[in-house]
């Protein structure tokens, strides 16, 4: 993917928000929505589940890919922040100095584990 192809997440939401708003509708309630989205983590674990499992795919199910699965997942969860007025930006960043704080020590960093090899 090029530069110019790459979106932040701010750029993502707009997008999302451009597209909802052309319809009288509006976003889903939050609850349409979680149920939305457990649909499609469903439909993502049966990708992940033909691909990696021991479950293959039948000759007659449609084509589904992962990335497809966790593109849906992503304009559902846009859909979730937008309707909620969540800057999903802020939300991440907050998410992340919780995992670097609170897991800081968690599990074994690759240089820790090299280090004690030598």
């Known amino acids: 993917m090029t530069t ?11 997008i ?18 979680m149920a939305r ?15 990696y499992g021991e479950k293959p795919k039948k000759k ?6 992962i990335d497809m699965e966790l593109a849906d ?3 559902i969860i846009t859909c979730f922040a937008n309707s909620l007025n ?16 609170r897991d800081a020590d968690r599990w074994t960093r690759k240089e820790q584990s090299i280090a004690t090899i030598d």
């Open 16 to 33: 999302v928000d451009d597209y909802i708003g052309q319809f009288k509708e509006g976003y889903f309630s939050p609850l349409a929505l």
């Open 86 to 101: 969540i800057d999903l930006e802020e939300a991440f960043h907050q998410m992340m100095h919780k995992f670097n704080t």
């Open 37 to 51: 989205l457990t649909e499609e983590a469903g439909e993502l674990a049966r990708e992940v589940n033909h691909y």
């Open 73 to 75: 997942i992503m304009f």
């Open 60 to 65: 007659d199910e449609p084509h589904n890919t």
């Open 4 to 14: 110019e192809n790459q979106l932040t997440i701010k750029e993502m939401q707009k």
